[in-house]
């Protein structure tokens, strides 16, 4: 398994960033697909998730309505649209697959892309 996370970057306070996964090593287009976060200091957090046709979606009480999550599955890459970002949206992002209980993840994970909002 392979997952390869990238478009991080530093932004101001109400800017927008849009982070891709690159998986490959499993079929990507069987399993759904999360994103977690973690913080300096604190706990990997699930931020969001999709099915593995894209269908449905979950998200964090923190990030519903400012961040989406997609995917291309004639790419194998999973996206992460995050838009009005707060400081509290500092950390490092990661993909990873989950069961089709859209909870149950496989403790595969990537390099992660640090994304940081501050002014």
């Known amino acids: 398994v392979q997952l390869v996370e990238s478009g991080g970057g530093l932004v101001q306070p109400g800017g927008s960033l849009r982070l891709s996964c690159a998986a490959s090593?499993?079929?990507?287009?069987?399993?759904?697909m999360s994103w977690y976060r973690q913080a300096p200091g604190k706990e990997r957090e699930l931020v969001a998730a999709i099915t593995s046709a894209g269908g449905s979606t979950n998200y964090a009480d923190s990030v519903k309505g400012r961040f989406t999550i997609s995917r291309d599955n004639a790419k194998n890459t999973v996206y992460l649209q995050m838009n009005s970002l707060k400081p509290e949206d500092t950390a490092v992002y990661y993909c990873?697959?989950?069961?089709?209980?859209?909870?149950?993840?496989?403790?595969?994970w990537g390099q992660g892309t640090q994304v940081t909002v501050s002014s």
């Open positions: 090593g499993f079929p990507v287009s069987s399993y759904a």
């Open positions: 990873t697959p989950m069961g089709p209980d859209m909870t149950t993840i496989y403790g595969y």
